[in-house]
């Protein structure tokens, strides 16, 4: 069973930074397509970012050049650091995992609990 842990989360005042991290177990993490999600209150929840098995990344208009995405295969981890925050930033962020090989790459179907984040202004 695939599980994902969250940590990193928190309260910062505007400008500043925070890195996320996720934890996975009970998966082939290194040929996952790993991505973080966030949810505002009232708001769907929206990809921020991903990363490929082969590190390729993508992210949501919103956080270019204030994000960044990037794995750490050996620890079986993902991390999402956050700089230049914004309060439009706060959220519940969450992490996800695809369900490849079952379902094609991309295809979120794991999600961790969520951390909070919340930018002050």
């Known amino acids: 069973q695939v599980q994902l842990v969250e940590s990193g989360g928190g309260l910062v005042q505007a400008g500043g930074s925070l890195r996320l991290s996720c934890a996975a177990s009970g998966t082939i993490f290194s040929k996952k397509v790993m991505g973080w999600y966030r949810q505002a209150p009232g708001k769907q929840r929206e990809l921020v970012a991903d990363?490929?098995?082969?590190?390729?990344?993508n992210y949501a208009d919103s956080v270019k050049g204030r994000f960044t995405i990037s794995r750490d295969n050996a620890k079986n981890t993902v991390y999402l650091q956050m700089n230049s925050l914004k309060p439009e930033d706060t959220a519940v962020y969450y992490c996800a995992a695809d369900g490849f090989p079952l379902r094609r790459p991309g295809e979120f179907v794991y999600w961790g609990q969520g951390t909070q984040v919340t930018v002050s202004s």
């Open positions: 990363i490929t098995s082969g590190g390729s990344t």
